[in-house]
């Protein structure tokens, strides 16, 4: 069973054919089937997260792009939360700083991807560099383009030293992109969240949705996949990255390592 849309290599893949209100095979948030999927590929995550601590020998990044109010947070809160810190981290991507932008673009991925035994999720990413970049028109046009090469080369390399990439769009509408707006304003609780850039960037929607087309296109590989999420209903959203993990580590198979001491049997603890 499979939620999230993956983006076939090479293909003319377009966004706009893919339904964000989407809610798969469930009625709806109370269906009891959503809350029992869930709590399932969960458990089963945290298993198998800690065979890959445990092994020592793969890593899983996992990259999360979203446009505002997407939703990288709450799957981060309610999917990510739950697993084992030891093995688990998060790296946020904000605007570069001015020692970051005195190197390549690649140079802050790369020094947060994760260590053998390690899952990490990138919140933004490497990709802004071909999104925001692109859309704002940061750098010239002859080097944005060639960097879609780069992304592959540089995941492959990661692939072809241990590290599984996958790369996960939250695909919002633009509707529920102002409903998500106008409640962080309403709600005193969420007013903290809210911030003018937002509405700065919402006047790009369009432009945005053609970088990520384009992206999507040219940089889902075999070695790492993209993935679009439909991500207006959140529940739907978390089941659908929760498989979607769940299905990448199995296909990793980590295995517990037999020890470091040989026959267990021979060890005697002291009393
Ligand atoms: P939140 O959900 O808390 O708002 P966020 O990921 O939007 O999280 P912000 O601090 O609001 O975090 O925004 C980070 C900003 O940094 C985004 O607007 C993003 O486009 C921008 N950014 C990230 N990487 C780059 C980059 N390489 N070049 C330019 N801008 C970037
Ligand atoms: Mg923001």
Not at 35 to 61: F, S, V
Request: aromatic share 8%; glycine share 6%.
């Amino acid at each position: 069973m499979r939620f999230a849309h993956r983006v076939e290599p090479d293909s003319h893949f377009r966004l706009s054919d893919i339904d964000t209100n989407d809610h798969g095979p469930f009625s709806g948030k109370d269906d009891p089937e959503v809350a029992r999927q869930l709590a399932d590929d969960l458990a089963r995550l945290g298993g198998l997260q800690e065979r890959l601590y445990a092994e020592q020998r793969q890593a899983l990044l996992v990259v999360l792009q979203a446009m505002d109010t997407g939703g990288k947070d709450g799957v981060l809160r309610r999917v990510v939360g739950p697993l084992d810190s030891r093995g688990v981290h998060v790296a946020s991507f904000k605007a570069p700083s001015s020692d970051e932008l005195a190197h390549d673009y690649l140079w802050r991925a790369h020094a947060r991807a994760p260590r053998r035994g390690d899952i990490v999720f990138f919140n933004r990413s490497q990709y802004e560099d071909v999104l925001v970049v692109r859309v704002l028109d940061l750098v010239e046009k002859a080097r944005l383009k060639r960097r879609y090469a780069h992304l592959v080369d540089f995941e492959r390399m990661l692939a072809d030293e241990g590290t599984r990439v996958i790369k996960i769009f939250l695909h919002i509408s633009r509707e529920e992109q102002k409903k998500r707006l106008q409640e962080r304003l309403d709600d005193p609780t969420k007013r903290w969240k809210f911030e003018l850039a937002d509405l700065e960037m919402r006047q790009h929607w369009g432009a945005f949705q053609e970088a990520y087309e384009e992206a999507l296109r040219k940089t889902s590989t075999t070695t790492a996949p993209w993935y679009v999420v439909p991500a207006d209903r959140k529940w739907y959203r978390d089941v659908c990255v929760a498989r979607l993990l769940v299905e990448t580590l199995e296909d990793m198979n980590p295995q517990f390592p037999p020890g470091k001491l040989g026959d267990p049997s021979r060890i005697v603890i002291p009393d």
